[in-house]
Nanobody
């Protein structure tokens, strides 16, 4: 069983940067695939990116490539989402997730954090 806690969200101006953290606990947490998802009001939850236990990461939406990056520190059982050049459309609740196998769809993940709000002002 894995427990996840996100942190680092907040209010930021357009063009600014923010780094989200997801702290994981559990004996097998470091071996899990993990992902970042976000959900804006009135929209479906979408994948931001995923990362394997060995550190291979993928950012899926074309609009986020070059601006967002995912990394993890297995020694600290922590995953990060670095967000640069933030735009108002990035405003959403950001969630971290973990699973033994992972994937690019939210229903493939068994463990979720509570979410952290990111608001980008213009």
């Amino acid at each position: 069983q894995v427990q996840l806690v996100e942190s680092g969200g907040g209010l930021v101006q357009a063009g600014g940067s923010l780094r989200l953290s997801c702290a994981a606990s559990g004996r097998t947490a470091s071996n899990y695939a993990m992902g970042w998802f976000r959900q804006a009001p009135g929209k479906e939850r979408e994948v931001v990116g995923t990362i394997t236990w060995s550190g291979g990461s993928t950012v899926y939406p074309g609009s986020l490539k070059g601006r967002f990056a995912i990394s993890r520190d297995n020694a600290k059982n922590t995953m990060y989402l670095q967000m640069n050049n933030l735009k108002p459309e990035d405003t959403a609740v950001y969630y971290c997730a973990a699973d033994r196998t992972g994937g690019s769809y939210h229903w493939e993940y068994a463990y979720w954090g509570q979410g952290t709000q990111v608001t980008v002002s213009s």
